[in-house]
């Protein structure tokens, strides 16, 4: 995990900072607390209405995966290839290590949601 992480998931928030500021601009800096919450009741109010997210963040992975192949396709990074495959705990890691934003959202949703239930 020590190289995957320099080498795949640094160099993608490199790559896409741009992206990750548009979207946390749109997504915290004219929307108030409430409407949060009124945009994700919305979601889970209908399946139907669920796959929107749920796209935005397939369209997500496919972004990852393309990166991931572009990265791997590049000479300077063909020594990945000679780790062996029975370390798949780092290749989990590095994985999940892409979704940093998702899980950090994922839990202040939660705690909200929790803190306003009790």
Excluded at 27 to 34: E, I, K, L, P, Q
Excluded at 57 to 80: D, G
């Amino acid at each position: 995990m020590r190289v995957l992480v320099p080498v795949f998931v640094r160099e993608f928030y490199l790559a896409n900072t741009g992206f990750f500021l548009l979207v946390i601009a749109f997504a915290g800096g004219f929307m108030r607390s409430y409407d949060h919450v009124a945009l994700a009741e919305f979601f889970i109010s209908s399946p139907l209405v669920l796959i929107i997210p749920i796209g935005f963040w397939l369209l997500y992975s496919l972004k990852v995966i393309n990166f991931n192949w572009e990265k791997t396709k590049q000479n300077e990074n063909e020594f990945i290839f000679c780790f062996p495959r029975q370390n798949n705990g780092g290749w989990l890691c590095g994985s999940l290590s892409y979704n940093l934003f998702l899980f950090l959202f994922m839990g202040f949703s939660s705690a909200y949601w929790h803190g306003s239930m009790t």
